[in-house]
């Protein structure tokens, strides 16, 4: 009966750009995946170098989804401070970045956003970068963190809609 309420989760990246695609061609906007700084930026929801969503202060049940091993409906917990919802312990999203280990290692203008096209030397298997850690994590509570990122082959989908 939650099926309409669910975030969709666990999702091959190939039918999640599929999806960008469809609704791109759908009605001329250009959808895409935000890259990684940008998912980071929104998930502190104007809180600088916050920890969470909503601060520094540790997660609880009330404030994330880290005790179910399941996601939970959207709009479970309190928005951030831009209004998005689980930005961190129901899915993982999928970013554009692919991952390499050595993504914050670079120059100090790549450390801002440091994107890496799928072409480029360095990255492990093929991999993208999924960011807002998973439920199910209560033993484990530092994956509820903006700044998690991990190497995914399924994820969620977070859409960002620009021009052109």
């Given at each position: ?94 970013t554009a970045d692919a991952y390499s280990e050595t993504a914050y290692s670079r120059t100090p203008l790549e450390v801002t956003d440091p994107w890496v096209s799928e072409g480029d030397e ?43």
């Open positions: 009966p939650l099926a309409d309420e669910l975030p969709m989760a666990e999702i091959p990246r190939d039918q999640a750009v599929a999806f960008l695609e469809f609704l791109s061609d759908l009605d001329g906007e250009r959808y895409r995946f935000p890259t990684e700084a940008e998912w980071e930026y929104a998930a502190r929801g104007g809180i600088e170098g916050a920890a969470f969503p909503w601060g520094q202060e540790t997660p609880d049940p009330g404030r994330c989804n880290y005790e179910h091993s399941q996601p939970v409906p959207v709009a479970s917990y309190p928005p951030n401070g831009f209004g998005l919802f689980e930005m961190v312990g129901n899915v993982q999203e999928w360095g990255i492990e298997g093929g991999l993208f970068v999924a960011r807002g850690a998973s439920p199910g994590l209560s033993f484990c509570l530092h994956y509820m963190r903006t700044a998690l990122r991990v190497a995914a082959h399924r994820a969620s989908i977070r859409v960002v809609a620009s021009e052109g």
